[in-house]
């Protein structure tokens, strides 16, 4: 019998420590964000192969120094400094290395949280080019229930480009909320289990302003997208992401997606899929929807998700232009402005994939950082990562 | 958009018909057996390798005929009758044949409810060849805290063998039962997440009876054994089947194992498995604890659980002597009695492991009977796993 353990001694914490009311706090959220199929129930997501090349480190790289907030710091301090659970860098569709935090391990999956809408996204385009998908359809010609609801007047558009004008704050620390209830919903917090995910985002309502006017970053609408691609499909999400995304993609890990207690998918947020695999969705936007010489989403699609679409005025109205000054935001995907032509998803608690197309550089950030959202720290990462596209 | 979607064509209902509240019944669980995660928080435990040997045909075996409780009939119509969803056949080490339900596809995983029972067990096996576990010690040895519960002069042999005098009925039906707090603490029916299972475990009471006397089949022993065995080892339990069974077996499928509110494996019945990975456990087991020339279990280990140990005098005792007369129940294993040296792992709803040394013979049957237990089709289907054992 051990006194301390394997787990403790790794972790510093002991596992019953971790609940379904601490999962996403620190420092617990250094486990769970790893293990989230654990704590709420998942669908899997297979890969065609379970081969992935070894890991390559990052070598000197992590010992230059990056401008940060205060003063110059090296690669790897800034890495620890923001939580960094898993990073891993692509350039010219080749491996440039990988770093891992003690605590994870080389192929474990972590939690991308809203990267999942960008990935929700790109089965929007694949079924938009199938032909099966409308993205200027009204929402009700998918879901008719929505009628009463807030997206009984929206478009498919407005639900994937944050502009439905939707009553609803991502509050994501007030346990009294609107958002609290949408959080039991999808059974992420405790006492869920009694309203569906569908039946929440059914009871949402809308602001007066017009739909299409601001970019409103509300979680609902990504769910609301899995929703109204598995309506015009008839095809599970899970499905979906195996079949027309991780097969063709060569993902080499099971990816996993959280669900609901009647198994909606949480296409807002609940994807987990490994460093690599990530990088591998975003070096495909970079070939402009190709992998492995097949292509998986329409070129056209990713021209305009990256570069050509979405409304500067509605992001300039929104609250998050500080972030990217000269930015848009597409299709889920966030275009930045920069000169590098950079594009990215981005998740709570410090989860990226970061595209510059100028220096065909590819970026899957990993975190448990302890807060939901850091402004200020997300400032510094997008800098991070224009200069390490620049550094490898 | 589609009026009947790709999961209502083949399974026949909606997705979200399937609930907490009801996914162990028919017809639900010919789809829930298969995805127990979407509903159960659940820890994985990886394989070496992804790669399985394609699947292999019955054949004409399907048509042969065997004796039923009424008539002859063939193969393919008993499968059909016992609600099977997998069916996997070895001898001499060799892939015989594989079969599956429409509505199952080959390297899926299923649910093998309290055969999850006879893998712990092995863990146990593995953990005292290593010194590290003695099932002859007290439980409070491993566990001080279940002192004041009916374990608090209990031995680990006991836990293993079922002879626990155990205050505790298996009423799998009543929703008012202690059996119900239990499913409750274990996360498998609505309105868990108050009470963890092992702080359930530690409220159960005892019998007058003494220990050892009577086979008394109760699962909540088979969750004490994870507990047990976690506390000895220092490891958890789905860490103990990857590096201790599953890596050294060469299983080619991730397993899974469901977890309750605070990480607790569910030893007693929350394994899932492909047909072949579980046919591969019988073959280490009918190897004598060997697997690609390996050794996973001690031999005597092996001998003492098959075929010399366990009490035939408490088997007796027990209420499913009708079942093995000349039986016994050892380490998680029933013991057949049968000439052919039989023995097997049972779960209900209609998971069989059965191993035939005589006829070198390992069947995997997974099923999903609207019950859980019949036992008239259990008679049934030992009599149509010694038949099938001399025919292939």
Same mark, same amino acid.
């Not at 596992?15 to 709420?40: D, H, I």
């Not at 935090?101 to 991308?112: C, L, S, T, V």
């Not at 936007?285 to 998700?305: E, F, K, L, S």
């Given at each position: ?26 420092? *617990? ?103 099966? *998908? ?20 929206a478009s498919c558009r407005h639900v994937l480009d944050m502009t439905v004008s939707l009553d609803f704050e991502e509050a994501y620390l007030d346990p009294e909320s609107a958002f609290a209830r949408y959080r039991r919903a999808t059974l992420w917090n405790p006492g869920g289990g009694s309203e569906s995910l569908k039946a929440f985002l059914l009871t949402l309502q809308r602001l007066g302003e017009p739909h299409g006017r601001t970019y409103r970053y509300r979680s609902p609408n990504s769910d609301l997208l899995g929703a109204l691609l598995e309506r015009a499909s008839g095809q599970r999400i899970a499905d979906l992401l195996r079949d027309k995304l991780w097969l063709p993609l060569g993902a080499t890990s099971e990816g996993s997606i959280a669900v609901d207690m009647e198994g909606t998918a949480r ?5 987990? =899929? ?6 591998? =969705? ?19 699609? &990713? ?8 409304? *500067? ?8 232009? *500080? ?37 065909? &550089? ?16 997300? &400032?510094?990462? =997008? ?10």
């Open positions: 019998m051990t006194g301390r353990t394997a787990f403790e001694t790794r972790y510093g914490f002991a596992r019953n420590a971790v609940l379904l009311s601490n999962w996403r706090e620190s420092p *617990f959220n250094r486990w769970s964000f790893q293990n989230v199929g654990e704590l709420v129930p998942s669908a899997p997501f297979a890969s065609a192969s379970g081969s992935e090349a070894p890991p390559q480190a990052l070598g000197g790289l992590l010992d230059e120094k990056v401008a940060s907030a205060n003063a110059p710091e090296t690669v790897a301090a800034f890495l620890q400094r923001s939580d960094t659970d898993a990073l891993t860098i692509m350039k010219g569709g080749k491996w440039v290395g990988d770093w891992l935090a003690p605590h994870m391990e080389f192929g474990a999956r972590h939690i991308i949280f809203s990267i999942s809408k960008s990935f929700t996204a790109i089965l929007a385009g694949i079924l938009e080019g199938e032909g099966v *998908f409308d993205p200027e359809a009204p929402v009700v010609n998918y879901i008719p229930e929505a009628k009463s609801s807030a997206y009984g007047d296409t807002a947020g609940g994807i987990s =899929v490994t460093p690599r695999d990530l990088a591998r =969705v975003g070096e495909m936007m970079r070939q402009g929807g190709m992998a492995n010489g097949r292509r998986i989403v329409p070129d056209a699609w &990713v021209r305009d998700t990256v570069s050509t679409g979405g409304s *500067f005025e509605a992001w300039q109205r929104g609250t998050m232009a *500080f972030l990217f000054p000269k930015g848009r935001y597409r299709n889920k995907w966030y275009q930045t402005g920069h000169d590098s032509g950079a594009y990215c998803g981005i998740g709570i608690h410090g989860q990226w994939l970061y595209v510059n197309p100028r220096d065909e &550089v590819v970026i899957a950030k990993m975190s448990s950082q302890p807060e939901p959202v850091d402004d200020r720290l997300d &400032v510094e990462l =997008v800098a991070f990562f224009e200069a390490l596209s620049r550094m490898v």
